[in-house]
């Protein structure tokens, strides 16, 4: 399959570099939708033509027929939670008065499956008003980032007649009276695509009322890049506003006195020298998390007549295991930590004084923590590789454990089991891999192993529950997941051992698991396939076109792969802080032209057979990445024997709130894709 190629080219620094495929971003262009509809229906064909496939898809969609629950929030009388009976591509929300009896008591409040036909409607925040009487929802469609906001009034169950647009993962803070609430938004649309995502400003919307009378309570011209979420305290008196650079791992704060009639915002932390995250206040004193000269993480309160670092008390002493999140509820500090990339969780006094560790089933992951700062319970999420997400009630007064939610599968789980390696890396780092797997596994070269990774923007990769890799494990498969640097397994040391001129460091990582795996016996190269999404899909290329030799299958997800142009799509200005810009320095454009997938491809080199997907509708991660890279891997090998497919999702973006009808189907084609090359 060839593409046209033209003559595009840019000076970088003094380095001459071609951009044969740059029309390729123009998604409005004939030809690339000429283009599109060929790649996909090359794909189409080849997975039409693996006789497993419709066995694989069937399958999945029994696999994926489980009831799914997340955790209930109380307001007013309700209990309030989202929860999908298994079937429908998209969560319902409940309430009900009686968590025990859930079957008698619960009512549908919310069921977007029935706005539109193909499921890509979802819910995307939900923000309560604390007397239990009004919801403040976000609908996202087609996978988009960008949320419309619609109101319900929960004694009648109506909606109000306004809709909130151009907001972008915006926050709601509610008044106490509950006549309007404070939210952050961004202009609404101008001639450019990249101009949506300039100058988030804060607004006060007044109840019953159109949007285009809100009024503007903050914004910060200075920075044009600068985020603003805002939260009002639980004792009503401050309107507080965390400020930051999408991804940027550092923050800043500003309040507003709303006991005090016409006041202005003023900073509380100003300096954005670290990561800063408001958990509470309690008798005037401000409680924070920050990594400040503590990379896993520390709480700190302060009062606000007393700002300057040097009158901060720590509460909370950074610890050998990083800190994931924490909740003032029940009258303790609620801290989950991550400890060798699982969790455990912890209850400390407000003043820090720790009481207990409560038990967890298994190495697994917490996944929210919800209840009430004065209540006395705490519930939370927790799944495993061998676990479906279930819920859990803590009670203070009983200091008891007990399941509220438990899904139920058609499979024997107890078949299976998990375990935990530690390999060394290029550089002598030791770095965790969890490896899941059919009991009485024999270690003798065959096995097929999908190997997955991440390795960015301080996201760890800790064990949770997919269905669909229930299909791989059945079928003799392995799965493992390697804790690479660059994620926030083991704190901001970890994050940053993987960042910028450091990006190697994460490539080495999983190329080392890959070798590993092969070394140790379980799988040798050609059963072995990696896969990543996004950041994800970024680090199996790049491992693909460094160690080509050592993978069978490539599946490649969502992925960032021209490392030069992606600051100029969307919020990929925002990556800069992750992976440097390209156009800043000759230093950094050197970094990132040395391992930028698709300018580091060979004429002529067999590379293994590759999946890559992306989304018509993908607002954060643009097609352009996959679509250019597909075209010079097709351009640089026209008479591969390996597959080089491109699988284009209509009406889908990055992931968000994705039907479970197209998940389905995407993971039918994936695992089709790996057990024809790998289970030969």
């Given amino acids: 399959m060839t593409s046209i190629k033209t003559e595009i080219e840019e000076n970088f620094h003094g380095t001459i570099v071609k951009d044969p495929f740059r029309w390729l971003e123009n998604s409005d262009l004939e030809e690339t939708k000429e283009w599109d509809t060929e790649q996909m229906a090359a794909t189409v064909q080849y997975m039409e033509e693996i006789p497993e496939r419709s066995k694989i898809y069937n399958r999945l969609k029994d696999l994926w027929n489980y009831p ?35 079957e008698e008591t619960e009512e549908v409040i919310l069921n977007v499956n029935s706005l539109a036909d193909d499921g890509t409607i979802a819910i995307t925040n939900l923000s309560f008003h604390s007397d239990g009487k009004l919801l403040a929802y976000a609908l996202s469609e087609k996978g988009s980032d960008w949320q419309e906001f619609k109101i319900l009034n929960l004694e009648t169950i109506e909606h109000y007649p306004e809709k909130i647009l151009w907001c972008k993962f915006s926050s709601i803070a509610w008044s106490e009276d509950g006549k309007g609430f404070f939210y952050n938004r961004y202009p609404e649309a101008q001639n450019e695509l990249n101009d949506e995502n300039h100058f988030n400003k804060v607004y006060w919307h007044t109840l019953n009322t159109e949007q285009t009378a809100d009024e503007v309570v903050f914004e910060y011209p200075e920075d044009e890049q600068m985020v603003f979420y805002p939260t009002i305290t639980s004792d009503n008196s401050y309107l ?147 676990s479906p997400t279930s819920i859990y009630k803590y009670s203070f007064e009983t200091d008891q454990v007990e399941t509220i939610f438990s899904p139920s599968l058609q499979l024997d789980l107890s078949d299976y089991k998990t375990e935990q390696v530690f390999y060394e890396s290029k550089d002598g780092t030791k770095v965790p891999m969890f490896l899941t797997y059919k009991k009485g596994m024999k270690r003798d070269g065959q096995n097929p192993v999908l190997l997955y990774g991440y390795g960015g923007y301080h996201i760890s990769l800790t064990p949770s529950f997919s269905a669909s890799n229930l299909l791989w494990l059945e079928n003799g498969g392995i799965y493992a997941v390697a804790n690479i640097r660059g994620g926030g397994e083991y704190g901001l040391a970890w994050h940053e051992a993987g960042m910028k001129e ?179």
């Avoid at 989202?82 to 968590?99: C, E, F």
């Avoid at 996004?534 to 460094?546: H, K, P, R």
Wanted: aromatic share 14%; charged share 20%; glycine share 8%.
């Fill in 68 to 102: 799914k629950y997340f955790v209930p929030k109380k307001h007013g009388d309700f209990y309030y939670y989202l929860k999908n009976i298994g079937s429908n591509n998209q969560p319902t929300l409940y309430r009900a008065k009686d968590l025990k009896a859930v």
């Fill in 240 to 386: 507080i506003l965390y400020a930051g650079r999408g991804t940027e791992h550092l923050s800043r704060y500003l309040y507003k006195d709303l006991t005090v009639p016409n006041s202005e915002f003023k900073w509380l932390l100003q300096n954005g020298d670290a990561l800063y995250s408001f958990i509470g206040i309690e008798d005037k004193q401000f409680y924070f998390f920050t990594d400040k000269e503590a990379p896993n993480g520390k709480i700190i309160s302060f009062s606000i007549d007393a700002l300057e670092s040097e009158n901060w008390t720590v509460v909370i002493p950074e610890t050998e295991e990083s800190i994931s999140t924490i909740k003032m509820i029940g009258g303790h500090l609620v801290v989950s930590y991550i400890r060798h990339a699982s969790y455990v969780l912890k209850l400390f006094t407000l003043s820090g004084e720790f009481v207990k560790e409560i038990p967890l089933p298994e190495l697994g992951t917490i996944v929210e923590i919800g209840g009430k700062k004065e209540g006395n319970e705490l519930y939370f999420s927790y799944t495993s590789y061998l």
């Fill in 502 to 680: 450091k990006k190697q460091n994460v490539f080495d990582d999983f190329i080392a698991a890959g070798e590993y795996l092969i070394s140790e016996g379980y799988t040798t190269s050609a059963k072995l396939a990696i896969m990543g999404g996004s950041n994800g899909g970024l680090l199996v290329a790049a491992c693909m076109i460094q160690r080509p030799e050592l993978f069978g299958a490539i599946i490649c997800n969502v992925p960032v792969l021209d490392m030069l142009r992606f600051q100029k799509f969307t919020v990929g200005r925002f990556w800069v802080t992750e992976f440097g810009d390209p156009e800043g320095t000759k230093e950094e454009f050197e970094v990132l032209y040395a391992y930028s997938p698709l300018h580091n491809i060979q004429e002529g080199l067999q590379y293994p057979p590759i999946l890559i997907t992306t989304a018509d509708s993908d607002d954060r991660v643009v097609p352009a990445h996959a679509r250019k890279f597909a075209a010079a891997l097709q351009d640089a090998n026209p008479q591969s024997s390996n597959p080089i497919l491109l699988r284009i999702e209509k009406g889908a973006g990055h992931g968000l709130g994705k039907p479970v009808g197209k998940i389905i189907g995407e993971h039918a084609d994936i695992y089709a894709f790996l057990f024809k090359h790998l289970y030969v």
